[in-house]
């Protein structure tokens, strides 16, 4: 931790509305060790860090002044203390708090001594010569003023050596708080928040944003100063009730749950009040709040407006696809509840569930042992070709097979068993063969059959024709 030796600001602030009274309050100066952090930002005593060991009590001594003391020394007014001493001191040091006992601890100077002190079991003196400088000095004749709007510190030229970029950098990040600082106000219930003012410090009024957060059992109210400023509200509380903003006297706004807006609040001289910059606006969504309008009976593009804007029709045909909600992939849009309700992205499962699909629905083969086994086969070119052939004749054509050569044709396998059957009857019975059995006969020439008997005619052709029926000839 660090120990810094500065005036403190706080104490500058209170010096000039009156708060110490150098002269007769009671200042005490208590010691800290390596792990305090004192600085100008030091605004009352506090025992973190503090020394501690024999010879040491929490809270310090309290200091006698110089004589003459404070007084005005050049422009700035001066205090000077007498040397304090601590006896059989056994702990360690590296600074040290000046405060106002008086006026509840406040803090005044903070001194460090550039080193750790380290007295063991000896006396521990703080002395402070007549010809070092004063312990305070605080120039009164140019004290600082602050802003009227936003209460930042305007140091007066001459005023605050040394100090001015502490100013500055504070006064800098209370203006970022104007601009977008949050201020957050957590309720369970109802009250009345009053927000805060500090001047030259951080408080709760100076920020832009009043975000209201909690579960609200009745409205709340929040009051602000009557200087002009704008907030920008947003009530995001629960509860079913609503939140009012105003000053201490004015009249108050209500801001509805889960709506913003940004609000003006005017300064005295024009009637202590809060207006609306924009009418309020849902938080999620930005669509205004609309209370006591009306809409003129017309067609606005897609809206038909009635009943002086109090009935709204969407277009026929107005809402496309396009407009439409971003539906998930594989999806319909659907009820499948089995009762009246919204249309939800129905999935193939769902889908087939609300028709009651099943195979038979659609003509499809139920699937069976044998469709299985032809689903598992790949068949090639050739036998595609004869799957999906219009006819036999197709069939015959794609295995080039033709009648009376490469195969028998019904009517010759007719003729066949005819002169099978001639063979069997007497001679004087039989008839000579026709045409068509020479052609069963693979007859590759046309023969006569004059001058031969019956029997010389017919054996070669009965041969033939039995041989191919598989019927034996006997004797």
């Keep these: 931790m660090t120990i810094r030796q500065r005036t403190c600001l706080s104490f500058i602030n209170e010096i000039g509305r009156g708060v110490h009274n150098l002269e007769t309050d009671i200042l005490k100066l208590a010691l800290y060790g390596s792990a305090a952090e004192l600085d100008e930002t030091t605004t009352a005593y506090t025992t973190t860090g503090e020394s501690s060991g024999a010879g040491y009590t929490a809270g310090g001594q309290t200091i006698v002044r110089s004589t003459g003391y ?10 000077r203390i007498d040397t304090l001493t601590w006896t059989d001191a056994d702990f360690d040091t590296d600074g040290a708090l000046l405060y106002n006992s008086t006026q509840g601890n406040k803090a005044i100077v903070t001194l460090t001594w550039g080193f750790m002190r380290t007295p063991r079991g000896r006396p521990f003196n703080l002395v402070f010569p007549p010809g070092a400088p004063p312990l305070v ?18 140091p007066a030229p001459g ?52 975000l209201c957060n909690g579960a609200l059992i009745a409205d709340l109210v929040v009051q602000v100063p009557n200087v002009s400023h704008i907030y920008h ?16 006297t004015g009249a108050a706004l209500t801001i509805p749950q889960g709506y913003s807006v940004l609000v003006h609040v005017d300064d005295p001289g024009n009637s202590d009040s809060v207006f609306f910059l924009t009418p309020p606006t849902t938080v999620t969504t930005g669509m205004p709040l609309v209370t006591g309008a009306t809409l003129a009976n017309g067609d606005y593009g897609d809206i038909i407006a009635s009943g002086s804007g109090t009935a709204l029709t969407i277009d026929s045909g107005a809402v496309s696809n396009g407009k439409l909600a971003n539906a998930p992939a594989a999806t319909l849009k659907g009820n499948a509840t089995g009762g ?22 659609v003509g499809a083969q139920p699937a069976d042992a044998d469709l299985t086994t032809w689903a598992g086969l790949t068949p090639s070119a050739n036998a595609q070709s004869l799957v999906t052939a219009a006819d036999y004749a197709a069939m015959r054509a794609l295995l080039d097979l ?26 004087s019975q039989r008839s000579p ?12 020439r046309t023969r006569s059959w004059a001058g031969r008997s019956p029997g010389r005619q017919t054996r070669p052709a009965l041969a033939t024709a039995t041989a191919s029926l598989g019927i034996r000839q006997s004797g």
């Excluded at 404070?70 to 205090?79: F, G, S």
């Excluded at 605080?138 to 930042?152: D, Q, W």
């Excluded at 509200?233 to 201490?248: L, P």
């Excluded at 033709?402 to 001679?427: K, M």
């Design 70 to 79: 404070p007084l005005m020394e050049d422009r700035y007014l001066a205090l």
């Design 159 to 210: 005023e605050q050596r040394d100090l001015w970029g502490a100013i500055i950098n504070r006064s800098l990040t209370l203006i970022e708080d104007m601009v977008a600082g949050i201020t957050e106000i957590s309720t369970n219930g109802s009250a009345t928040y009053i927000v805060s003012e500090v001047m030259g410090g951080t408080d709760t009024s100076r920020n832009a944003i009043l």
């Design 340 to 361: 009246a309700a919204a249309p939800a992205d129905l999935t193939v499962p769902d889908v087939k569930t609300l028709l009651a699909y099943t195979a038979a629905d």
């Design 233 to 248: 509200v947003r009530n995001q509380t629960t509860g079913s009730f609503v939140v009012k903003i105003k000053t201490q």
């Design 137 to 154: 000095k605080i120039g009164l004749l140019m004290p600082s003023t602050y802003s009227t709007l936003g209460h930042i510190e305007l």
């Design 402 to 427: 033709e009648a009376g050569t490469d195969f028998l044709s019904p009517a010759a396998v007719s003729a066949a068993i005819s002169a099978t059957r001639n063979r069997l009857t007497p001679p």
């Design 433 to 444: 063969p026709t045409a068509p059995t020479a052609c069963l006969l693979k007859q590759r």
